[in-house]
């Protein structure tokens, strides 16, 4: 039987793809669209954000089952912002150590549902060898040691402690390594700039000695970070961006005989965790949620979470949660953020019911699961006011999605990931949000958000024994590997 690799490349996006085989700059992507098929237009996850998206992956499901929301959230049992790294100040503000510790142990420990289960879990369950490079999600049954730099250490106060779950072969830049592989000689790619080895290069290391090694997983995933990095910053090179990262793919085949050898020895698998939308370089391109919330007492970032604030504000770029701290307090903020029509939804809870409201103006949408309606899913749904709000339309007992794809369960997957009152603002193409200390991207790329441009991602596969069913959606991967490798998929 084949053994499948799965690179997730960041912010890999389906028109760049083809743009950058087409102008003949992708060899190694070129090599496999010849060999195998690309879906363009696969639906990732809501928030479109690399830590909901990879627990997703992992699991198969959304939010409201694994229980990590975004990136970026409020968790009332620890009253803390749990922050999976990301933007300077605000990692600063909120305590470098935790932040670490968030996303070393925390996510994959404590906040990762116990009631799902990963691809890793169930192929290890099964007799089968799992294994995950550079993936920040990648709970399993095997326990590792964290080897923390001196400086890392020093700077996080010495705390950071704890064992780390993961498959068997289990890679974390320089952080956690395999003791399969030869000692790969010191470069750059594993500098503290160059984030002690989270990077393009160092995880192809990591997997050619893997490969060569002899013990090669059945399953691997790995994670390919650099594109998101420059298309934050330079969007309109996003084609010589993604080249980059065929460079290192390319390093990946000539690691074989030939690279007909990679692909009879393996199943490839390549998608993308989300797009990115390019923010507008006007003042008016950054959403001021602090200014839209005067009067409320926003919480600021770096103080304790006590009832003397009002609302409490966690920024996903694109998307932001706002978690009212009084339940009372939820339909004002509502109102507080309703008026912009640069927020383009805006939705909560009522019950087991989804309220979501157009930005900009009064019309309304509920929806709840059940119901007469089915979409191309097959989740069936009750609605009720406007589908318009979500861009819908319904013919008979049919439900097509337009400019938000999988719009109803992506958003009741964020909704419903926490059983507290929550508002989720969602920005409209050419916007971002901005709050104290949130990194912007003016002129740059951004993503988080529910609309098709930060949620369609390509899936390309090579050498699979079965067709990926259509229409795709990330959370079917799993499955999908799953069968692949002879595996009945585990109910959770």
């Known amino acids: 039987m084949k053994k499948i690799i799965l ?3 960041d912010s890999m996006m389906p028109d760049v793809l083809e743009k ?4 003949k700059k992708a060899p190694a992507l070129q090599f496999f669209l010849e060999h195998g098929e690309l879906i363009p237009d696969c639906v990732t996850v809501f928030p479109t954000m690399t830590a909901s998206v990879d627990c997703s992956l992992l699991s198969g499901v959304y939010p409201d089952q694994h229980k990590v929301p975004g990136l970026v959230w409020y968790d009332p049992k620890t009253k803390r912002i749990i922050n999976y790294v990301n933007g300077f100040q605000p990692v600063y503000r909120i305590g470098i150590g935790q932040c670490a510790s968030n996303v070393l142990f925390d996510l994959n420990e404590r906040h ?4 799902v289960k990963t691809i890793h879990e169930e192929l290890e369950e099964k007799g089968l060898v799992s294994g995950s490079i550079n993936v920040i999600a990648h709970r399993g049954h095997k326990q ?3 080897k923390i730099p001196f400086v890392l250490d020093a700077i996080t106060g010495f705390q950071l402690k704890e064992k780390v779950s993961g498959p068997t072969i289990l890679s974390l830049g320089t952080l956690i390594q395999p003791d399969i592989f030869r000692p790969i000689n010191w470069n750059w790619s594993h500098a503290f700039a160059s984030s002690y080895g989270i990077n393009d290069s160092y995880a192809i ?6 490969i060569r090694s ?3 997983p059945d399953f691997t995933l790995v994670y390919l970070p650099d594109n998101d990095h420059k298309v934050h910053q330079t969007p309109e090179l ?7 990262v065929d460079k290192q793919l390319v390093r990946f085949l000539d690691s074989f005989a030939s690279w007909e050898q990679a692909v009879e020895r393996n199943v490839i698998m390549l998608i993308s965790d989300h797009g990115q939308t390019v923010i507008g370089q006007e003042p008016e391109a950054n959403i001021p949620l602090d ?3 005067f009067p409320f007492r926003v919480h600021r970032l770096g103080a304790d979470i006590t009832p003397d604030w009002d609302v409490v504000v966690c920024n996903n770029e694109r998307m932001s949660y706002l978690y009212p701290l009084s339940a009372e307090l939820l339909p004002k903020v509502v109102e507080a953020v309703s008026g912009d029509s640069r927020i383009d939804l805006v939705a909560w809870k009522e019950g087991e019911w989804a309220v979501v409201r157009a930005g900009g103006s009064d019309r309304t949408f509920r929806y709840c699961k059940g119901g007469p309606l089915r979409d191309a899913y097959g989740t069936q749904w009750s609605v009720q006011g406007d589908e318009g709000v979500l861009d819908l339309r319904i013919d008979g007992h049919t439900v097509t999605y337009q400019a938000y794809p999988d719009g109803m369960a992506r958003l009741y997957g964020a909704l419903f990931s926490q059983d507290i009152p929550v508002i989720v603002v969602n920005a409209a193409p050419g916007y971002e949000f901005l709050s104290e200390c949130s990194p912007t991207h003016q002129g740059g790329g951004s993503h988080g958000s529910l609309h098709q441009r930060d949620s369609m991602i390509p899936l390309l596969i090579v050498g699979s024994a079965q067709r990926f069913p259509r229409p795709a959606r990330l959370i079917d991967v799993k499955s999908f590997i799953l069968q692949e490798l002879a595996v009945a998929p585990v109910l959770a």
């Open 7 to 9: 690179f997730l490349v």
């Open 20 to 23: 950058c085989v087409a102008e």
């Open 112 to 115: 990762f549902s116990r009631n």
């Open 144 to 146: 590792h040691d964290a």
């Open 205 to 210: 290391d990591v997997l050619i000695e893997v």
């Open 214 to 216: 002899g013990k090669q």
């Open 238 to 244: 996003a084609v010589e961006h993604l080249a980059d």
């Open 291 to 293: 200014e839209m919330l």
